[in-house]
């Protein structure tokens, strides 16, 4: 197991930018897949994007892709989401998670951080 602890979120007004971090520790990071995921209340859980054990490769959702980036640090254990162009529908509590495989799917994750909220004001 990982444990997963994200920060960074907040208030930002629209076109606005902000940076999630997601520290892990427990096992080895690098044996994981990254992903972020975001959820509005009453609604699914959703794909936002992951990243490959060694950086190398990044997959993101269609409504985010150009705006959002991925990355990980390896060395200090921590995996981040930077939020450009930020709009009023990326409002949500987004999440980290550790896997062992890549996937867009939420039940392929098995260790999750408890999400940090980002308002995202018009």
């Known amino acids: 197991q990982v444990q997963l602890v994200e920060s960074g979120g907040g208030l930002v007004q629209a076109g606005g930018s902000l940076r999630l971090s997601c520290a892990a520790s427990?096992?080895?990071?690098?044996?994981?897949?990254m992903a972020w995921f975001r959820q509005v209340r009453g609604k699914e859980r959703e794909f936002v994007g992951c990243?490959?054990?060694?950086?190398?490769?990044?997959s993101y959702a269609d409504s985010v892709k150009g705006r959002f980036t991925i990355s990980r640090d390896n060395e200090k254990n921590m995996a981040y989401l930077q939020m450009n162009s930020l709009k009023p529908e990326d409002a949500a509590t987004y999440y980290c998670?550790?896997?062992?495989?890549?996937?867009?799917?939420?039940?392929?994750?098995?260790?999750w951080g408890k999400g940090t909220q980002v308002i995202v004001s018009s």
């Open positions: 998670a550790a896997g062992p495989n890549s996937s867009r799917r939420s039940s392929s994750y098995v260790n």
């Open positions: 427990g096992r080895t990071f690098s044996n994981y897949i």
């Open positions: 990243i490959s054990r060694s950086a190398d490769t990044t």
